[in-house]
């Protein structure tokens, strides 16, 4: 991977067979997984569905889909659709991946996967039952900038890495009847943003052995901003934060004891790398990028799909399981900070 991602992207390109693809629930997210999708010559863009079929139509429209839908059960049926990706809001995402795996389609599903461990926990066992392919929406878990941040801390260019700052945080307005500030749709920052530093920490680092959280709420109780400190197995400590209510560097420094690595804006698009030795030396590590980023994912799919695969090797279900566990832990020490 690493250099290489660009160029196994290229070649799956040529190579793979042709998926035919469905999106359920044409959001904004959705518009930027469909514009993904059109950097693949084996993804058809095939069938959208929305609860409102004027919806569905105008995002067939829009990014050339085939099909459109204004039910998620009549897309299912169709026997041509071969997996689908799912961008509704958090708290139904275990609904409809659920309503997916029983009609026996593949699923890509937007993060964070699910509201708990136990919702996720169960889309893994139906998974499993059914045999059909299951994978997180993570976008930035394939994307050469971060593909490269963990190939250069695990090649020694900065010898041993031991602590992660990651900060993802921007000021969105607050409105109760937005999304993001509403309990019941899943709001706050933690499940929608703070999940990136949370999934960069482990990716690193594994699953933390101490989480201490500290968190300011906003009027409806979502977290507002929210700072994190993991300790890990090996003894490496991650500061985290995510923030609706504070405009953070958006970055990822992981410091060793020969220097640091530095992604630069990392959450907000594919980025740059570098590489910053104590000594003063700085060096630009090549990160070349096709599309918007949430192509990678997309093509991921089609390539564990092409194997027979039922979950990815490199987002794998315990992966997810974990990251779910350790986001619902930070929640609960979130809220909990608050009294």
């Not at 999708?37 to 919806?55: G, M, P």
């Not at 020969?258 to 060096?283: A, C, I, Q």
Request: hydrophobic residues 35%; proline residues 5%; charged residues 20%.
């Amino acid at each position: 991977m690493g250099n290489n991602q660009q160029v196994k992207l290229q070649r799956y390109i040529k190579m793979g067979k042709q998926y035919k693809w469905g999106i359920l629930g044409p959001g904004k997210i959705a518009n930027k997984f469909a514009d993904g999708l059109k950097e693949l010559a084996n993804a058809e863009r095939y069938a959208v569905a929305s609860s409102s079929l004027e919806r569905a139509e105008t995002f067939k429209t829009n990014h050339g889909f085939r099909k459109a839908f204004g039910s998620y059960t009549e897309m299912l049926a169709d026997p041509d659709l071969d997996v689908v990706y799912i961008s509704t809001v958090n708290n139904l995402h275990f609904e409809h991946t659920m309503l997916c795996l029983e009609a026996g389609k593949a699923v890509l599903c937007e993060k964070p996967f699910a509201s708990n461990l136990s919702q996720v926990e169960q889309m893994v066992n139906k998974a499993r039952e059914k045999n059909v392919f299951l994978m997180e929406g993570l976008w930035s878990r394939f994307v050469p900038s971060m593909v490269q941040f963990k190939e250069q801390a695990d090649s020694g260019a900065i010898k041993r890495p031991l602590m992660l700052q990651c900060n993802y945080g921007f000021i969105a307005p607050f409105d109760p009847a937005r999304r993001i500030y509403d309990p019941a749709l899943g709001g706050g920052s933690i499940p929608d943003i703070g999940i990136y530093p949370i999934f960069t920490a482990l990716y690193l680092f594994g699953k933390p052995e101490s989480i201490q959280v500290t968190s300011l709420p906003s009027p409806t109780g979502t977290d507002w901003t929210t700072s994190i400190l993991f300790k890990h197995k090996g003894k490496e400590i991650s500061m985290l934060s995510s923030s609706f209510q504070l405009i953070s560097d958006n970055e990822a420094r992981l410091y060793g004891e020969g220097g640091y690595l530095k992604l630069h804006d990392m959450f907000s698009k594919p980025t740059r790398l570098t590489v910053n030795k104590y000594d003063g030396n700085e060096t630009h590590i090549p990160t070349p990028t096709v599309g918007n980023g949430m192509n990678y994912e997309a093509a991921e799919v089609m390539a564990c799909l092409d194997k027979g695969l039922f979950e990815s090797p490199s987002m794998s279900h315990s992966f997810s399981l974990d990251l779910i566990g350790v986001i619902d832990e930070v929640v609960q020490k979130a809220a909990n900070s608050y009294e």
